[in-house]
């Protein structure tokens, strides 16, 4: 509040200058722990990091009653093993990851569609426990290649259903 110029004031009371900040330098991440993209560690069982993947838990078991399972396959291993494939997809780009990410996951794998018996055979051992087996979900995420990973779930489908689908998850045999 300003005072009156004829009100004596003592020293202590004197308005005094501001505490004047110099601006303030551009940021760089440039401690240890940060993350320098589009850099990553490649190699098998390093994962692929990125912001909130377990999102894609929760978007897995929106496709749960769309599964298409054979015999001796479990809708837990399959969501589960589906949403690591979504986050490492999503995670390639630097994002999280979204529905279309788990929808590819499934396409790759034919879970949303009636499968080649070859492919249920390769994917009811891929995903045999995938659910409470941490090696299994390593194995599962490694042996998919970056470029199946990348491609969209239409075109997933297409090459699904003309066989090439050996080509897409690694060239695994049963």
């Given at each position: 509040?300003?005072?009156?110029?004829?009100?004596?004031?003592?020293?202590a009371d004197q308005v005094?200058?501001?505490?004047?900040?110099?601006?303030?330098?551009?940021?760089?991440?440039?401690?240890?722990?940060?993350?320098?993209?589009?850099?990553?560690?490649?190699?098998?069982?390093?994962?692929?990091?990125?912001?909130?993947?377990?999102?894609?838990?929760?978007?897995?078991?929106?496709?749960?009653?769309?599964?298409?399972?054979?015999?001796?396959?479990?809708?837990?291993?399959?969501?589960?093993g589906c949403a690591l494939?979504?986050?490492?997809?999503?995670?390639?780009?630097?994002?999280?990851?979204?529905?279309?990410?788990?929808?590819?996951?499934?396409?790759?794998?034919?879970?949303?569609?009636?499968?080649?018996?070859?492919?249920?055979?390769?994917?009811?051992?891929?995903?045999?426990?995938?659910?409470?087996?941490?090696?299994?979900?390593?194995?599962?995420?490694?042996?998919?290649?970056?470029?199946?990973?990348?491609?969209?779930?239409?075109?997933?489908?297409?090459?699904?259903?003309?066989?090439?689908?050996?080509?897409?998850?690694?060239?695994?045999?049963?």
């Amino acid at each position: 509040m300003t005072q009156p110029s004829f009100v004596p004031i003592g020293g202590a009371d004197q308005v005094r200058p501001a505490l004047r900040l110099e601006a303030p330098r551009r940021w760089t991440a440039d401690r240890p722990g940060e993350q320098q993209y589009p850099a990553r560690s490649i190699g098998g069982s390093r994962g692929t990091p990125g912001p909130d993947q377990g999102y894609a838990l929760r978007l897995a078991r929106r496709f749960e009653d769309r599964l298409v399972l054979s015999r001796g396959e479990h809708a837990d291993d399959v969501l589960l093993g589906c949403a690591l494939l979504a986050a490492r997809r999503a995670g390639l780009v630097g994002r999280a990851p979204t529905v279309y990410d788990v929808e590819a996951a499934l396409t790759l794998w034919g879970f949303l569609s009636p499968a080649p018996p070859e492919l249920v055979e390769v994917r009811r051992l891929a995903f045999s426990s995938a659910s409470h087996d941490y090696p299994v979900q390593r194995a599962l995420v490694d042996r998919v290649p970056e470029a199946a990973l990348r491609t969209s779930a239409t075109d997933l489908a297409v090459k699904v259903a003309a066989g090439d689908w050996p080509v897409l998850i690694g060239g695994i045999s049963a």
